[in-house]
């Protein structure tokens, strides 16, 4: 059985921002509209083709197989020391993680490089620039990772970021504001 990622994290969630009476009002109102024009089009023969298990976002799920990586939460390496971390914005290194081990994915050679999750440590996190409001689970999140002859910078969810955190047991380093950096 699958559970859902933000259930499993060791991290403090997020909390989800309230919305005022009149935003609700309106979600709501939005809401009732889009299912009167679904069923309206499907009572015409119109039916959207395709699958409709995406209107209601799901969060990530964690795999049956630990072994497995969650495919919703790679985090992008941005930058960093290796020769590697230096590619172009279209085909950059992702950081996978699953409970028995963290690698890079080089895009367009095939090849991986592995991290040593026991000496990896989160140096800092910090809101990613131009991310403003409340820290959310989707919230865009910068951070700095170094082991022995290693550092790097991901970018990913919080969500992503707190993953990786829960699997290599990094303590909780608290909610980032936005334009504030948490050391370690």
């Given at each position: 059985m699958?559970?859902?990622?933000?259930?499993?994290?060791?991290?403090r969630?997020?909390?989800?921002?309230r919305?005022g009476a009149?935003?609700?009002?309106?979600?709501?109102?939005?809401l009732v509209?889009?299912?009167?024009?679904?069923a309206?089009?499907?009572a015409?023969?119109?039916?959207?083709?395709?699958?409709?298990?995406?209107l209601?976002?799901?969060p990530?799920?964690?795999?049956?197989?630990?072994?497995?990586?969650?495919?919703?939460?790679p985090?992008?390496?941005?930058?960093?020391?290796?020769s590697w971390?230096?590619?172009t914005?279209a085909?950059?290194?992702?950081?996978?993680?699953t409970?028995?081990?963290?690698w890079?994915?080089?895009p367009?050679?095939g090849?991986?490089?592995?991290?040593?999750?026991?000496?990896l440590?989160?140096?800092?996190?910090?809101?990613a620039?131009?991310?403003?409001?409340p820290?959310?689970?989707?919230?865009?999140c910068?951070?700095?990772l170094?082991?022995?002859?290693?550092e790097?910078?991901?970018q990913g969810?919080?969500?992503?970021?707190?993953?990786?955190?829960?699997?290599?047991?990094?303590?909780?380093p608290?909610?980032?504001?936005?334009g504030?950096?948490?050391?370690r």
């Amino acid at each position: 059985m699958t559970s859902r990622v933000q259930d499993a994290i060791s991290w403090r969630r997020p909390r989800r921002q309230r919305r005022g009476a009149r935003a609700s009002a309106g979600a709501a109102t939005g809401l009732v509209r889009a299912a009167v024009d679904l069923a309206m089009s499907i009572a015409s023969g119109d039916a959207p083709a395709g699958d409709l298990s995406g209107l209601a976002a799901e969060p990530p799920r964690v795999p049956r197989d630990p072994a497995q990586p969650v495919a919703e939460l790679p985090c992008v390496v941005v930058g960093g020391s290796p020769s590697w971390a230096a590619a172009t914005a279209a085909d950059r290194p992702r950081l996978w993680a699953t409970a028995p081990r963290f690698w890079v994915e080089l895009p367009g050679t095939g090849g991986d490089v592995e991290v040593d999750r026991a000496t990896l440590a989160l140096r800092s996190l910090a809101v990613a620039p131009g991310q403003e409001g409340p820290v959310t689970l989707d919230t865009r999140c910068d951070a700095t990772l170094a082991a022995p002859g290693l550092e790097i910078v991901v970018q990913g969810s919080w969500l992503a970021v707190a993953w990786l955190g829960h699997l290599a047991g990094w303590r909780d380093p608290g909610l980032p504001e936005p334009g504030t950096a948490v050391g370690r």
